[in-house]
């Protein structure tokens, strides 16, 4: 069991069983877009503007309290729903919107970190590395053994319906937190920077 918590503690739960899990850090910039959004950036990213994230089943995630405080943004309507605490823009996971696939991305900010390689391994995959932002960039590593376990992971979740299980999603397959989805200008200042009036190579 793997405590889950956010940084005041208003939201707790954890990860049961011994599933399929991924350990992944992702320099992708709607990852560092999700940071810059709850202004945790600096606690968040490592020095090349990864995140760290363990990827397992939904139907393995608890929680005991604070589900009142999830609340979820979206980068564009097509985009990941990005999970964090309203009581202090904690990230939490990410998700597809399609229950079915349960899987979530949790962030290492809601982890405990001190825990995370005797109860997950000390394999741990880079993807997206393109979009890092130190120099040297660091070197895509593990990305087909992160896909094959990904697929695992989905597989596992439909295996006698277990994505139901989901704390995350209800009955209906709505998510249980309301979503905010940024305009098109918003998801641009939170990748690129202020563009506003500058000429923008990422158009
Ligand atoms: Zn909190
Ligand atoms: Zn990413």
Redesign the pocket.
């Known amino acids: 069991m793997h405590n889950i918590q956010?940084?005041?503690?208003?939201?707790q739960g954890h990860i049961v069983g011994n599933g399929i899990s991924s350990r992944v850090v992702c320099y992708c910039a709607d990852c560092q877009a999700f940071a810059r959004y709850l202004e945790c950036a600096d606690r968040v990213l490592d020095s090349d503007g990864g995140t760290e994230i363990l990827q397992v089943a939904q139907h393995r995630v608890r929680f005991t309290q604070?589900l009142e405080?999830l609340a979820i943004m979206r980068l564009g309507s097509k985009g990941l729903l990005r999970w964090h605490?309203s009581?202090?823009n904690?990230p939490v996971g990410n998700t597809l919107s399609n229950p079915r696939l349960g899987f979530i991305g949790l962030i290492h900010s809601s982890l405990d970190r001190s825990a995370l390689e005797k109860d997950f391994g000390n394999n741990i995959a880079r993807v997206n590395v393109d979009s890092a932002t130190g120099t040297p960039k660091p070197g895509q590593k593990g990305l087909f053994g992160t896909v094959l376990r990904f697929i695992a992971m989905i597989i596992s979740a439909r295996v006698g319906n277990r994505y139901k299980q989901s704390p995350l999603f209800t009955r209906e397959g709505e998510p249980v937190a309301p979503v905010t989805t940024l305009s098109r200008e918003q998801r641009k200042t939170l990748k690129y920077g202020d563009v506003t009036g500058q000429n923008n190579a990422h158009n």
């Not at 956010?6 to 939201?11: A, N």
């Open positions: 956010c940084q005041c503690g208003k939201l604070g405080h605490t009581c202090c904690t």
